[in-house]
């Protein structure tokens, strides 16, 4: 069995937009049987998960501190409903020039700085979305659901002014450390 700690970096919406998408994961518990996404906070994923020894654990937080305070605070807006079919329902987030930069940017820094690397992450398109139904939403669920959430409304916008780091602690994942942007001047 593998005892390294399991990471992911994310944004967290501010808490408010974390209880509507909370709610929306209790719908999808309710009516489709599917409690999966409970097992990690409301996010937008920017580095999916890896494993990361303890005795090295304050180079990574080292690295994502010194890029977090490089990069300024951006604007994010959810918009409407998505999906991967056919087990993923999720709230759609803008593809904005920003967004796709610090997650580009993101992905460099920590391939340079600390040599982590996820192949899958350089041979597909970023995708930003905060899932709220996966994995045990069953195909014929899926269909249910994303008939009632396709044409669904919504619209948020935030200013992300961090970046988390989450930890698994062997049942879900909890928020371990937030590393801020620079403030502007």
């Known amino acids: 069995m593998n005892t390294e700690p399991l990471f992911f970096i994310a944004l967290l919406p501010p808490q408010a937009i974390q209880q509507y998408a909370t709610e929306v ?3 999808f518990d309710q009516y489709y049987d599917s409690r999966h996404a409970f ?3 409301p996010h937008i994923t920017l580095q999916p998960p890896f494993r990361w020894k303890h005795d090295r654990f ?3 937080r080292s690295s994502i501190e010194s890029f977090a305070l490089s990069y300024s605070p951006i604007s994010i807006t959810l918009n409407g409903f998505g999906a ?3 087990r993923v329902i999720y709230i759609n987030v803008d593809r904005t020039e ?3 930069s610090l997650h580009r940017r993101l992905i460099e820094h ?3 700085s600390i040599a982590l690397v ?3 992450e350089k041979s597909r398109p970023y995708v930003p979305h905060m899932t709220v139904a996966f994995r045990d939403l069953t195909k014929q669920n899926f269909k249910l659901a994303w008939e009632e959430f396709k044409d669904r409304s919504l619209h948020f916008e935030f200013i992300a002014s ?3 780091l989450l930890k698994h602690d062997g049942q879900r994942w909890q928020i371990h450390q937030e590393f801020p942007f620079k403030v502007e001047e």
Do not use: G, I, W, Y
Request: charge should be negative; aromatic fraction near 4%.
């Open 98 to 100: 920003p967004l796709l």
């Open 39 to 41: 097992k990690s906070p």
């Open 162 to 164: 961090h970046l988390t």
């Open 118 to 120: 996820d192949p899958r």
């Open 110 to 112: 920590l391939e340079e």
């Open 58 to 60: 304050e180079v990574l």
């Open 84 to 86: 991967f079919s056919p």
């Open 25 to 27: 994961k209790c719908h």
